[in-house]
């Protein structure tokens, strides 16, 4: 299909925005990145590897988990769904990103899912409930936070000693408290608050009684569940004629 039949084109000034807007955040991704090339290195990588797999898988916690099961012998099975399992999260983080990503074409699009991390994604969707559609935070954004998950793999890799337990320093918190921080900046209604709710009781008993990383899909799709069966009632032509005559 020509350029033209997909309206949704990126600024580049907008990508060079949103790369500066996350590079505050970027600076504790560099922290666990330091953490990850560290673990990587005991565990018997070599530093090319390390960096190799920072570089291309680009996942924190199934990096993780993939180094906690790194040994002589490997299962490649069990080790593909404990990644799937923890990463399953971006089905639902792309797809709540659809109204935006079907006005790109398909190349574009799944290039850009390819920086997509649950930073950028929350901006993202922010943004667009109020109102704006940024793609560019998923580009921009995403290259910060890439660039300084690789940095930091690097510096754990050669200089490990400097930093072998961020959440000894709270650095474990950053994320978590930023992502927060993006959900109580969106719209707020009896609807989200419901959704929210649910959200967080369905994930406290995914985690508390299902197997391991189960409990983000559980939590966003009882959510999702409450946001699909609860619409939004937009005003008909009626009410908002008699809204003008009153």
Request: a positive charge; aromatic letters at 10%.
């Amino acid at each position: 299909m020509p350029a033209s039949a997909y309206p949704y084109q990126i600024q580049p000034q907008r990508v060079r925005a949103e790369f500066f807007r996350l590079l505050p955040i970027s600076l504790f991704v560099a922290a666990f990145g330091a953490a990850f090339g560290l673990a990587a290195i005991q565990k018997g990588l070599l530093p090319l590897e390390a960096i190799l797999m920072s570089t291309t898988v680009f996942a924190g916690a199934a990096q993780f988990a993939a180094i906690d099961m790194w040994g002589r012998e490997v299962s490649v099975l069990p080790l593909m769904a404990v990644v799937f399992a923890i990463n399953s999260r971006h089905l639902l983080m792309g797809a709540s990103l659809h109204p935006m990503l079907k006005d790109m074409s398909p190349g574009r699009r799944y290039g850009l899912l390819l920086l997509l991390t649950d930073a950028n994604w929350a901006v993202s969707a922010q943004d667009y409930q109020n109102g704006r559609r940024n793609l560019e935070v998923i580009l921009g954004g995403g290259l910060a936070l890439w660039l300084a998950w690789i940095a930091g793999t690097c510096l754990g890799v050669y200089f490990g000693g400097l930093l072998q337990n961020p959440k000894a320093l709270g650095l474990d918190m950053v994320l978590g408290c930023f992502l927060l921080a993006m959900a109580l900046g969106g719209k707020k209604s009896p609807r989200v608050l419901v959704a929210w709710t649910v959200a967080g009781l369905g994930s406290l008993a995914a985690w508390k009684w299902l197997p391991p990383n189960t409990h983000v899909v559980v939590g966003a799709l009882a959510g999702g569940a409450i946001g699909f069966f609860w619409l939004d009632r937009k005003p008909t032509a009626d009410s908002e004629e008699g809204a003008h005559d009153r």
